[in-house]
């Protein structure tokens, strides 16, 4: 068995004391509300935060999973050299001062076309194990210094959310919708992996208790990751690192890069109707185009599964 990924709050919390601070992740997939999650470490002077670093790798790199883009738009991307080792060496690599916390989807680690146990070239001859899902080495991955975690939304409200981004046109520069991008599948995956290789169950949150109960939620995380909790973190209005860090992936995360908390619409929602009296009315959902109702209906066993593990007890 290999050292547990998900160090205990006292682990992490001594890790850190010690100036080895441990790197925290919170696994992912497209929509999950994610973004606001980061903002709230964005607003914290005692973290490094690393946005969706392993992208560029699976969208661009010579070991790229995703065939969304062409050679001419790889290499106009900046990125058509960047590896999968070099990624995660910033993932994994700890901070001589700071704690380090990366969000990222769980489907960028992945090949699916690959058998289990396939290791990303850049990693040289590092083995790995027959189980592993990932391109990422089972050593490299499963540092004791790491600590991994979940964030799932349901595929109703992921799936409609993201196909809004990926369209002809698109500021995103997506433009298509793709649903084999949801990525539960794989966070489903790798959930499994470190579930049975650690002997642990990581932490999985659901968004929708993360919104409805945000200090408990919050509270519960951190003390999970052993970092002190304040209710400072659920509101950023004055964090310009909110409105600068996530340019990377353009229209992806405009609302969230303008919002003011957890929980809290962007100014341009608010003015849409969907501020805190529009949210307390929820109005019924518009019925999805065949395509995305047969997207999420895709997603849900995963989506179900994963469920099955959230942390409610907090």
Same mark, same amino acid.
């Not at 964030?151 to 997506?174: D, E, W």
């Not at 992996?193 to 642990?200: A, D």
């Given at each position: 068995?290999?050292?547990?990924?998900?160090?205990?709050? =006292?682990?992490?919390? =001594?890790?850190?004391?010690?100036? @080895?601070? #441990?790197? &925290?992740?919170?696994?992912?997939?497209?929509?999950? =509300?994610?973004?606001?999650?980061?903002?709230?470490?964005?607003?914290? @002077?005692?973290?490094?935060?690393?946005?969706?670093?392993?992208?560029?790798?699976?969208?661009?790199?010579?070991?790229?999973?995703? /065939?969304?883009?062409?050679?001419?738009?790889?290499?106009?991307? !900046?990125?058509?050299?960047?590896?999968?080792?070099?990624?995660?060496?910033?993932?994994?690599?700890? %901070?001589?001062?700071?704690? =380090?916390?990366? /969000?990222?989807?769980?489907?960028?680690?992945?090949?699916?076309?690959?058998?289990?146990?396939?290791?990303? #070239?850049?990693? !040289?001859?590092?083995?790995?194990?027959?189980?592993?899902?990932?391109?990422?080495?089972?050593?490299?991955?499963?540092?004791? %210094?790491?600590?991994?975690?979940?964030?799932?939304?349901?595929?109703? /409200?992921?799936?409609? +959310?993201?196909?809004?981004?990926?369209?002809? !046109?698109?500021?995103?520069?997506?433009?298509?919708?793709?649903?084999? $991008?949801?990525?539960?599948?794989?966070?489903?995956?790798?959930?499994?992996?470190?579930?049975?290789?650690?002997?642990?169950?990581?932490?999985?949150? $659901?968004?929708?208790?993360?919104?409805?109960?945000?200090?408990?939620?919050?509270?519960?995380?951190?003390?999970?990751?052993? &970092?002190?909790?304040?209710?400072?973190?659920?509101?950023?209005?004055?964090?310009?690192?909110?409105?600068?860090?996530?340019?990377?992936?353009?229209?992806?995360?405009?609302?969230?890069?303008?919002?003011? !908390?957890?929980?809290?619409? +962007?100014?341009?929602?608010?003015?849409?109707?969907?501020?805190?009296?529009?949210? /307390?009315?929820?109005?019924?959902?518009?019925?999805?185009?065949?395509?995305?109702?047969?997207?999420?209906?895709?997603?849900?066993?995963?989506?179900?599964?994963?469920?099955?593990?959230?942390?409610?007890?907090?």
């Amino acid at each position: 068995m290999s050292p547990d990924a998900s160090s205990s709050p =006292t682990t992490a919390a =001594t890790t850190a004391n010690q100036g @080895s601070p #441990s790197n &925290i992740v919170l696994w992912v997939h497209p929509r999950s =509300t994610s973004t606001m999650f980061e903002c709230m470490l964005l607003a914290r @002077s005692d973290f490094q935060v690393h946005h969706e670093p392993m992208g560029e790798a699976w969208y661009y790199g010579p070991e790229r999973a995703s /065939k969304r883009f062409d050679e001419e738009q790889r290499n106009a991307s !900046g990125n058509a050299e960047t590896t999968y080792a070099g990624s995660w060496r910033e993932v994994a690599k700890p %901070h001589p001062t700071l704690r =380090t916390f990366s /969000k990222d989807m769980a489907q960028y680690l992945m090949d699916l076309s690959k058998p289990k146990g396939t290791v990303a #070239s850049s990693f !040289g001859n590092v083995p790995s194990t027959a189980n592993n899902p990932t391109l990422v080495p089972t050593s490299e991955l499963l540092q004791p %210094h790491i600590n991994h975690t979940f964030l799932i939304r349901h595929p109703q /409200k992921a799936v409609p +959310s993201y196909a809004r981004l990926c369209y002809p !046109g698109a500021p995103t520069g997506f433009d298509y919708f793709d649903a084999a $991008e949801m990525g539960y599948k794989e966070l489903r995956l790798l959930f499994d992996f470190i579930r049975e290789e650690t002997g642990r169950t990581p932490l999985l949150i $659901e968004s929708e208790e993360l919104l409805s109960q945000p200090v408990k939620v919050v509270r519960g995380w951190c003390e999970h990751v052993g &970092i002190e909790f304040t209710e400072g973190m659920l509101e950023w209005d004055d964090a310009p690192e909110t409105r600068t860090h996530f340019e990377k992936w353009s229209g992806f995360h405009d609302d969230a890069a303008a919002s003011k !908390g957890v929980g809290r619409h +962007s100014p341009a929602q608010d003015a849409n109707g969907a501020g805190d009296a529009a949210a /307390k009315k929820k109005p019924e959902p518009k019925p999805l185009s065949p395509e995305l109702q047969q997207a999420v209906d895709g997603c849900m066993d995963d989506y179900e599964y994963l469920r099955s593990f959230a942390h409610h007890d907090w």
